[in-house]
């Protein structure tokens, strides 16, 4: 499988933005898939991640309440909804698939397509 996210851009705090993370396979379906973001001399940091049928999902206390992950099997694509955006949400955002989901340890995830930059101003 192939991953490739984008939506990302230049908005104010308190704004909305929602990032899609495309696929492309067959086996798209049999993968949870899992959103992280990075800025530059920081670690890889977990996001959030969704299942294989969107029944479950995982969130980082960071953005919980504030972010919604779904996914829709037929289109291949996953959705981030981030919401009430925050200068600390600036970011360089990526998904990944896992076999296992959905889950926060980064190790599980593989086929991380390239990302998308965030920029949320105060």
């Known amino acids: 499988v192939q991953l490739q996210a984008c939506g990302g851009g230049l908005v104010q705090a308190g704004d909305s933005l929602k990032l899609s993370c495309a696929a492309s396979g067959s086996t798209f379906s049999n993968y949870a898939v899992g959103w992280i973001r990075q800025t530059p001399g920081k670690d890889r940091e977990f996001v959030a991640a969704v299942n294989w049928n969107g029944a479950n999902t995982k969130y980082a206390e960071s953005v919980k309440g504030r972010f919604t992950i779904s996914r829709d099997n037929v289109k291949k694509i996953v959705y981030l909804q981030m919401n009430s955006l925050k200068p600390e949400d600036t970011a360089v955002y990526s998904c990944?698939?896992?076999?296992?989901?959905?889950?926060?340890?980064?190790?599980?995830?593989?086929?991380w397509g390239p990302g998308t930059l965030v920029t949320v101003s105060s």
């Open positions: 990944g698939a896992s076999p296992k989901g959905p889950t926060s340890d980064l190790l599980w995830y593989s086929f």
